[in-house]
């Protein structure tokens, strides 16, 4: 069974960092492309930014690019988000996903970027 | 940037009924390598994250039901629930993969008559 466990979300004043982990188990870590996912509170989704399935490549939208950074450890089937210089428009549930067309989500962690 | 254009925002149909969401994208993401729709179909219920009931725009996600199906191509695009249930009620989201940045919809509110 594909399972994603994200951690690491909580509350952080503007301008402040926090890093964001995926713990992923029941499939081939190393095969996919990983994905994180946003979405703000009573909001649609957003693609934040995704990474090969040997980190060759990385993509990022626009609003993040210079501030988050996106990396893969697959000897630990694991996938990390740092997210630097964070705004209060960053406020969201950040969702692990598996893929490049964003197959399975993880259950979500909430990021509150508020003073 | 690839936009997608949901509609309508939200929709309201009886049980038993059809029910018709359309999504429309700013430009083809059709592949002429492939001949594949990049798009597919997302339902996300209260309180849970996002689960994909339809790849490469009509594909089926293995124990979706049958009565869910997807069309279309090219930059226009349909999920029908031919029978609507009443665990059916979530929003609806496509999404293209075609391109980065991969974009959504806005998104389709579906509930109750």
């Known amino acids: 069974e594909v399972q994603l466990v994200e951690s690491g979300g909580g509350l952080v004043q503007p301008g402040g960092s926090l890093r964001l982990s995926c713990a992923a188990s029941g499939f081939i870590f190393s095969s996919s492309w990983m994905t994180w996912v946003r979405q703000a509170p009573g909001k649609g989704l957003e693609w934040v930014a995704n990474i090969k399935k040997d980190g060759s490549e990385k993509y990022y939208v626009d609003s993040v690019k210079g501030r988050f950074t996106i990396s893969r450890d697959n000897a630990k089937n694991s996938l990390s988000l740092q997210m630097d210089s964070l705004r209060v428009e960053d406020t969201a549930v950040y969702y692990c996903?598996?893929?490049?067309?964003?197959?399975?989500w993880g259950q979500g962690t909430l990021v509150t970027v508020s003073s | 940037d690839i936009v997608m254009t949901q509609s309508p925002d939200s929709l309201a149909v009886s049980l038993g009924e059809r029910a018709t969401i359309n999504c429309k994208s700013s430009q083809s993401i059709l592949s002429s390598s492939d001949n594949l729709n990049y798009l597919s179909w997302l339902q996300q219920k209260p309180g849970q994250p996002p689960k994909v009931l339809i790849y490469?725009?009509?594909t089926r996600e293995s124990g979706v039901p049958d009565r869910f199906s997807g069309s279309g191509s090219g930059t226009d695009f349909t999920l029908t629930i031919s029978s609507l249930q009443a665990e059916d009620v979530a929003v609806y989201y496509c999404q293209q993969y075609y391109s980065v940045p991969i974009t959504f919809g806005q998104g389709t509110r579906l509930e109750i008559k």
């Open positions: 490469w725009a009509s």
């Open positions: 996903v598996r893929g490049f067309s964003a197959e399975y």
